[in-house]
């Protein structure tokens, strides 16, 4: 039975002892992840307060390109997501 897979690919289904074939394929791996050594792992979906999230691992990734990167000025980064700076106060606010 197959113990691990090329590079973009994971290894599914399982070789029981007596088996009399094998029962095991290597998948593309799906969007939001990245493959190695026939093991799925999920990409980097948020990142730490201060930091953006840039990329996206695309369907059959073999590593995790998104990165954390440091928000820009004029912006906030909460959750990966860049939120603009509030400027001005809303009327009757100090």
């Known amino acids: 039975c197959q113990t691990t897979c090329p590079a973009g690919k994971y290894l599914e289904g399982t070789c029981e ?4 074939r094998d029962k095991t394929s290597c998948i ?4 939001d ?3 190695t ?5 999920r990409c980097k979906a948020t990142c730490p307060p201060g930091k ?5 691992c695309a369907i059959g990734s073999q ?8 928000c820009p000025a004029g912006s906030f980064c909460a959750h990966g997501l860049v939120l603009p700076c509030q ?3 809303p009327l009757g606010q100090q």
């Not at 953006?52 to 996206?56: C, H, R, V």
């Open 28 to 31: 593309e791996c799906p969007q």
């Open 17 to 20: 002892e007596g088996s009399s």
């Open 37 to 41: 050594d026939g093991q799925n792992q």
């Open 33 to 35: 992840s990245f493959c």
């Open 63 to 70: 590593s995790d390109v998104s990165t954390c990167d440091v």
């Open 87 to 89: 400027y001005t106060c």
């Open 52 to 56: 953006q999230l840039n990329g996206q």
